[in-house]
């Protein structure tokens, strides 16, 4: 699993790579809201903990058609198929390597565009925490959608319909995290439900996605 | 060692060969042979692990296998040399004279998305010797592959059922290796009776 | 002689084409009467006047829209652990008329909110969730669309159908966490209403009926007409070796 | 014919209308693939036989 | 050139194709914003319009890798090159057969999600208009991103960075129109500049398309 | 008809060959011969107006040509049929017999997603046929093919010369083409002079 990480990594990092793509997606997301719905301070700031999240969800949902779809273009995932790796293996290290090249830099790229939207102060930590913890969960099912759509096509937008229902939850807990941080409510729980959500999408997934693999292949 | 006995191979909805059999022993090389759309690839496949057998059972142990498709599994992104390291990697097996073995020194340090046709097989290729594994399951290897190299390939074939290999290729091309054994797939073609639930009884 | 014989393509044919003539009757007389008498033959609420009447629609179409995601969740089941090809296409086949329900009950709520609430559109946590709900249908229903072998697409929806269950639960409970939390103007909502009167209730009752036997109708209609095309596919793909 | 819907007369008639749209086009669409099926069924049969 | 356009929507319409995904897409991402920002009717009708014109423009980006790439995958790029049509007929044809099968559904569905959003009665009309003729620039825009990426192995990322900088006037003059009808204002400027706008992206773009494309080729 | 005359092939920013020279007449036939990397896809591919030569000049009417490269130009979500009437349309061609000549009829309604390689190399040549054009280049068209239509593709390819076609085949198979002249490209190979202007003087 540690050299298909690693590969991963190398292809991101390389030509057409999602990298920094996913950042410069982000960023270019959050610029476009101000001149969507006008340059008021108070509504970007009031908006910014739903724009920041959803942004950052769009920016990882993006890269999602490459997690399996370039390796099964060229014959690669059939060899890995028939290597001596699991499959769940196989899945969770695709996961993993997405989060590291897409959920993390987003991560840390959350505070200083939270900045450009205005967002309050005691909001920083909470997006940064629950970004972190969140996007481990929206790399997990987004490799669960890329597998059960990786025999379409450039089925982009289908995996996108797949996977934004499930992002829902995770949407939902993420944001709400932030928003009553700002608003001075205790924002622990929904945390914790995050982080459990993360948790079940970590442990779980991995064997629905090695289940959808095995059917596309076939 | 490999033994196959009674196996559909299915592909979609449809049963293509019927009722195959055969075991191979340590040092066999079989040549599958058939036209186009008799089946070869799909056989494979399902040797290969891919695609279970709707009936019969394969006897093998599935880490012994390494299965090279009509596709390379060649990143094009990566160098000849990274592509080599992280195969040597997933099989977890140490490096050797791949490279070499496989024409390929030259190339080293190109990027693979600048390889000829033959020249990108030739590295698909190299993931036989990388693997370790005793059995080759092959579809039409040498595609793309000019004379020599062709020779060399079947040099390498030779080689590896010398030392105990087993290898099962599909090829439209006449390769010199003495000691294989053929079978004529287009003999499973399956008869009148039905693996698809849908084509029984009438409605 | 076991229930799953008629997963059997050829016995689940000759059944349902027995089936049909009746369920169909029954469905159509239930819904006849059920809808003749809500409308007609009722009277109007003190509180809310005629519209009361769009209950006869609204609430058996509301709990279709649930009910048959259930369904497609234990067809799917079947499919998974007992390869019966009828479960799944049967699952296949129910999508469609889910995705209908919903939308009645999305419609038909909506016109009524309108004079109840002043608006046809809130952001209540029970009509956010339909929509979340009418999401997973789309996604399950163009998945179906877009895999072009049988067996695989079977396989993929069925393991969507089982990870979207368990999403679909769980967005229900962010849902009602995420607008509580927020100190929005909930007027009216759905649940706080007084309970249905009796008089409204054998009609409403007749409509759930007659929804049910829609439902089964269509279903057996549409298996049948999936089965019969994984039948033309298979000949045609014999036929061409 | 039409009972006195009151005030509310364009929204439960509208309601009903859109409803009963939305399943007479589900039936009808559910029959016209059925018919399409059935003959389709029927032409790849008949080219199955000979 | 029509035989092109047809195939073109023949393939939409196909499995994994995008004509009713773009539409879905869209449907989630307006839902996702009331779950990011809060339900919140005032807020939500005040960024109505932006998010509105967001939305469609990120639904049609979704859509836009698919136009050279999977001809240039299967070979169909190099022998339309090679085959008596000019490389700006096809450019042109590829353009249009993706607003068909986008930017039009799109535009018809923006009104209903439109009221999800609580946009007021005013702003209907300008942002049909708006976005039926926006659409057609994002998409001929869109269709040189895709001919400058072909090249690039799942170049989605990629394309979607060079893109968006170029949708930026049409963003704001599409959303302005329907801000300033919402406000009481006059759009009729905003919309005849959009107007120009798109006249001259459809004018010029399919030049610098085929431009690209030769270069990718070779 | 077509001649060439001193073209430099370029891939990237390598030149590939250089000084290539020849003339064909209605009814010729070329065969590109050469190892794998030697440089016949460059070649072809310039020849086909892809990349344009570094040098020299070709003589051609580019509307008199097609390309079949080593990518099939087969759309998956198409079925047989539909991929034909589809380059009918491009080409602007009444549609004729191609499906019985690259013996595709029983093919005629399956997805072009379900065929075998052979088969789908069949109906990527087919575009030979359907779009009247007199000069077809071809790269290894015969790739995947089984001996029988290759055969057949020989005679196909024979028939076109001989109602005045003109046909440029690279290939590492022997094909049966008894008027067929061979072009050994390894005599292209490029010699010292450098057509990269970073490589020129040192710094
Ligand atoms: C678009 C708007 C609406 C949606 C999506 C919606 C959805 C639902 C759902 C999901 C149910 C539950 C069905 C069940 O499981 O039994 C339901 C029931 C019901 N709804 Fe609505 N509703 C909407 C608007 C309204 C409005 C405006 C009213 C009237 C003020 C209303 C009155 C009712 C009633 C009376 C029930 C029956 C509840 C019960 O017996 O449990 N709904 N609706
Ligand atoms: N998904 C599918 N559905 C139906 N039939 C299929 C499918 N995939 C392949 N086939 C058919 O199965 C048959 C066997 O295909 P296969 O690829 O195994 O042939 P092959 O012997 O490898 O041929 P080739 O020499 O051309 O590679 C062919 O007739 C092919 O058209
Ligand atoms: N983009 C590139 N940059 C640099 N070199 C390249 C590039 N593409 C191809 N080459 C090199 O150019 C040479 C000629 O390649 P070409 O594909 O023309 O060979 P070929 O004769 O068709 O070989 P084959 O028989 O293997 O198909 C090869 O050595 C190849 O490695
Ligand atoms: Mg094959
Ligand atoms: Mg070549």
Known sequence: MLPLIKRDITLALRSGGGFGLALAFFLILILFVPFGVGPDRVLLATIAPGILWIGALLSCLLSLDRIFQLDAEDGTLDALATAPIPLTGLATAKAAAHWITTGLPLTVASAPLGYLLGLPSTGYLWLIASLAIGTLSLSFLGMFGAAVTVGIKRGGLLLSLLVLPLYIPTLILGAQTVTRAINGDNPTATLAFLAGLTLLTVALIPFAASMALRANLR | MFTVKNITAQRGPRAILQNVSFSLAAGDCLILRGPNGSGKTTLLRTLAGLSPPSAGEINVNPEDIVYTAHLDAVKPQLTVAENIVFWHGIYQTAQSDTLKRFNLTDLAQRDAATLSAGQKRRLGLARLHISGCKIWLLDEPTTALDADHVAEFAQILTDHCASGGIAVVSTHLELPLPNAQTLDITQFAPTETHADPFLEGSF | MSLWEYANPVKFMALSGRVLPFATLLAASCLFTGLIWGFFFTADDFKQGSTVKIIFLHVPAAMMAINIWIMMLIASLIWLIRRHHVSALAARAAAPIGITMTLIALFTGAIWGKPMWGTYWAWDPRLTSFIILFVFYLGYNALWAAVDDDDTAADLTSILCMVGSVFALLSRYAVNLWNNGLHQSATLTVTERSPIDASYYTPLLICIAGFILLFITLVLLRTRTHIRLRRTRALLARGSA | ?50
């Not at chain 4, 009963?20 to 059925?34: F, K, M, N, T």
Request: proline share 4%; net charge positive; aromatic share 4%.
């Open chain 4, 1 to 50: 014919m039409i009972p006195d819907l009151g005030k509310y007369a364009t929204d439960v008639l509208s309601a009903y209308a859109i409803a009963i749209l939305l399943l007479v086009a589900l039936v009808a669409v559910s029959l016209r693939q059925s018919a399409k099926a059935r003959k389709a069924l029927q032409d790849a049969e008949q080219r199955a036989k000979p």
